[in-house]
């Protein structure tokens, strides 16, 4: 790799190792890799992830603190070049992690816990306001929910991916590929996805939601479990519901899916009839669960899920 300067140009350091951690010179400046731009300054030809960016040059400007998203007065992702000035004002003791996705043409950036606790502080004169990413998942559309959805999968990923897992030496970030790689031994880790399935099961004209003990108590929702080692997708549904519920199921169809990032999960969504079968609760999972009418379903998740898309019947 060429010489990369910093950005309060106090030296050059040479053959950096590209990753957050290890991209900043010793006063705690950004360091500047040299990258391609087109002639609309834009970044071209890359899947690889990019350290400590140059985030004006990007369409979105997405900043996370935890499980909130920063938005616009009207509830949008800010631009890459508002994320910049975010970023520069807040100094590096303030951003855990800040890196951009030139393919899906976003900048990311993690908003680190300040003293005791404080929360972020966001620059003067910025009108930016944080909401859950699950509302913003509801107030928005699929294609800005996708990309929020992706960078947070990756915040989360970056995180708690920095070593190698064969041999223990500190990962860099591939120059190739959306991943990272290990210079001692030359594996390659990519981003951890977690496929899950989730299902609605139909009775005639009722549905069954079920009321979880562990999460989201306040709502009824559709049945959901992960997928075992070896397990197909739609053998993972009928083993879910029959743990979970007690009942069988036929005629299961496959309806679509979506990027779920609590932390790094595939949603593959099923509908499917009842078989037979009475509810028998598993209590540690399930608090509740019975069948509702469409037309007196009691509280469930909120648009934007694809748990509301089977309840509401936007899967055909």
Known sequence: MPAVECDCNCFTVQNPLSQWELGRCRRGGFLRFPLVKNRQNRYTGFMALIDAPDAAAFDYGILVEGTDVFVTESGGIPSGRELARIVEAAGTR????????????????????????????????????????????????????????????????????????????????????????????????????????????SRGDEVLLARHAQRNQDIFTCLAGFIEAGESAEDAVVREVREEVGISIRNLRYCGSQGWPYPDQLMLAFRAEYAGGEIALQKEEIAEAGWFRRASLPPTARPGSVAYRLIHGDFQ
Request: aromatic residues 10%; charged residues 25%; positive net charge.
């Open 94 to 201: 303030r951003i855990a992690d800040f890196f951009a996705d030139p393919e899906f043409r976003f900048a990311a950036a993690e908003a680190a816990a300040g003293p005791a606790g404080l929360p972020f502080v966001l620059p003067r004169g910025c009108a930016l306001h944080k909401i859950p990413i699950r509302e913003f998942f509801s107030i928005r559309t699929a294609q800005e929910g996708a990309v929020a959805a992706r960078a947070k999968i990756l915040l989360n990923w970056r995180t708690s991916v920095r070593f190698c897992a064969a041999c223990g030496d500190r990962l860099i970030a591939d120059a190739s590929f959306t991943a990272r790689r290990c210079p001692r031994c030359g594996r390659v880790h990519f981003p951890r996805i977690e496929p899950c399935v989730i299902v609605l099961v």
